[in-house]
């Protein structure tokens, strides 16, 4: 199945569809969005303590895989300083 995702970056108003492919399931957000070149602000490299990987508000994206997220939010990915 083929899937995908559509980032909106709250600061710029610009929306990006990133293609999601099966081996990028099980990655996690934060990984994934940084290897698409979506420089998403992480200080503690996901370890869940810096905090500053929020995506759609109060979701740490170092915390939820690609496939989790799908389930749970649906395609659209919110970051407030992109
Ligand atoms: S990268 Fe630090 S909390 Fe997610």
Redesign the pocket.
């Known amino acids: 199945m083929q899937h995908s995702l559509k980032l909106h970056g709250k600061a710029s108003g610009k929306e990006s569809i990133i293609e999601v492919l099966e081996q990028d399931l099980q990655k996690t957000m ?1 990984e994934f969005l940084t290897e698409k070149s979506f420089p998403i ?13 929020m995506i759609n508000d109060d979701q ?4 939820i895989t690609v496939e989790q997220f799908l389930k749970q939010y649906g395609q659209d990915v919110f970051v407030d300083y992109l």
């Open positions: 934060l602000a992480s200080s503690c490299r996901g370890e869940g303590a810096c905090q500053r990987c740490l994206s170092c915390f």
